[in-house]
């Protein structure tokens, strides 16, 4: 359905003049983008009461229809926007040219939604994130850093790169310059790939615990950390809130070749990890058997501490699908995978009220019963243009048992290559489906790329907000 018949549908007109303009500075008063647009909608729809922000997601986590969508941009690795699109999408809106964005995950090159852009966009969800990045240094000490494309933003105080003679960049374990590099960003590129930093595999002395070592009992550093953070969380108490659980991915890629260690030991070559799953399967079993006797005991200490504060736990973003179907059988899921995801949602159930959220890009429709036996209530990132992810069935057959966070605008093609009224379109689309009695965190299906137009995350931004009318 095009968006002028969507929008005709629903009573109202499409404009292409105000399309993207409705979120700028010159939007008409009552729609100024500084304003949250929950507050600015509720007295036109009397559908349901007015909700803060952590009532709407708590609406949504326990499938009961909100006052309207409840929405998400930058609480999670998972759930972002890179710091490009976030600069122009900022100055767009908040018109501020001398702002420079913080780049909070340096892997992807995520960037900051500040409390003055999320209060515009009308953000619901803050994030807790782990107490450092994945190339081992805290966010701190801020310094100015330029990409590519001449975008000014800041970058962590360990922030160190070198430029190879090829222009590509170079990042460094903790920012340690006297470290092997760990990352690599292409010259002209946007974000950072892992440099794999493996050893020749000697399979006689393989030892599990050469990939247990980025694993601990919490310390008194991260315990310290999550004070703050629970402390930061008490002075937003009518903000939505989701806990980065650390070590509780299990066989999570991006983490396996550990680019927060100087020099890390195991299997930690992405392809030799793969074919670990099936050619030393007992290796990798106990890898995972520590692993979460560890996850379970940090479980029980951070619970306590940030308790009601947030509503729920990004647990894994481990990869099961393709574009084109799953890239492991149920069974071997089953086998290796499924026991300690249901240990872990088990002891998260038992001593918080969190709803556990777990990230599988792909074609994993046929994983999900799988997936909801082993107690996740949140799927990320709904990759609806995978194989078998059409959102009407995915609503119909799984919405009354699992919360769909992501889904809402597919970043593969739509936003970085469509129209802005397709972006409209198709958000107005997907709010409607996935929305439908709560069950529903609009978020774009994975991180949004640099490359988005600002014009199509106007788009977007301004479907969610006239989806309440």
């Not at 009354?400 to 409209?424: I, N, S």
Request: contains cysteine; charged residues 25%.
């Amino acid at each position: 359905m095009g968006a002028k018949a969507l929008a005709k549908r629903r009573g109202g007109q499409y404009n292409r003049a105000t399309h993207s303009a409705g979120l700028g500075r010159g939007a008409p008063r009552g729609d100024r983008p500084n304003q949250p647009f929950g507050q600015v909608e509720c007295h036109r729809k009397e559908q349901a009461a007015a909700m803060n922000s952590r009532q709407r997601l708590q609406a949504t986590l326990g499938h009961r229809q909100p006052d309207r969508v409840c929405v998400d941009f930058g609480s999670t690795a998972v759930t972002g926007m890179h710091v490009a699109a976030v600069s122009r999408l900022r100055r767009a809106i908040l018109g501020d040219t001398t702002f420079r964005v913080k780049v909070i995950e340096p892997y992807q090159m995520l960037g900051e939604i500040d409390e003055a852009l999320g209060q515009a966009l009308g953000i619901d969800v803050a994030g807790v994130l782990g107490r450092t990045t994945l190339f081992g240094f805290e966010n701190a000490g801020w310094k100015p850093f330029e990409l590519f494309d001449g975008t000014p933003v800041l970058v962590p105080e360990q922030f160190n790169v070198t430029t190879e003679a090829g222009g590509d960049l170079l990042m460094y374990p903790e920012g340690d310059l006297s470290a092997p590099p760990s990352g690599r960003m292409p010259q002209g590129g946007w974000f950072f790939d892992s440099i794999v930093r493996q050893p020749p595999i000697d399979e006689g002395r393989l030892d599990p615990a050469d990939n247990l070592e980025e694993f601990a009992p919490f310390g008194d550093r991260e315990i310290a950390y999550y004070r703050r953070e629970a402390e930061r969380l008490d002075r937003s108490p009518d903000k939505g809130a989701i806990l980065s659980m650390p070590g509780t991915a299990f066989g999570d890629i991006a983490l396996v070749p550990a680019p927060w260690m100087k020099r890390p030991k195991g299997i930690r070559d992405i392809a030799e990890w793969y074919l670990s799953t099936a050619l030393r399967p007992d290796y990798v079993r106990q890898v995972f058997q520590r692993q979460c006797e560890i996850a379970l005991g940090n479980i029980d200490v951070l619970a306590p501490i940030l308790g009601d504060r947030v509503q729920a736990a990004f647990l894994t973003g481990t990869d099961f699908g393709t574009q084109r179907g799953l890239f492991i059988s149920p069974a071997s899921y089953r086998d290796l995978f499924k026991p300690f995801h249901a240990a872990v949602n088990k002891r998260i159930h038992e001593k918080t009220t969190w709803k556990t959220f777990i990230h599988s890009c792909g074609s994993v429709a046929d994983l999900i019963p799988d997936l909801i036996e082993a107690g996740f209530d949140i799927l990320n990132p709904v990759q609806t243009s995978a194989a078998g992810m059409d959102p009407r069935r995915l609503k119909k057959d799984f919405g009354r048992q699992l919360v769909f966070w992501g889904g809402g605008a597919d970043t593969q093609h739509t936003m970085a290559f469509g129209a802005p009224e397709a972006v409209y379109s198709e958000v107005r689309e997907r709010i409607e489906i996935f929305g439908d009695g709560g069950g529903f965190v609009f978020d774009s299906v994975h991180n949004i790329q640099a490359n988005t137009p600002t014009e199509n995350l106007l788009a977007m931004f301004r479907a969610i907000r006239e989806s309440s009318r």
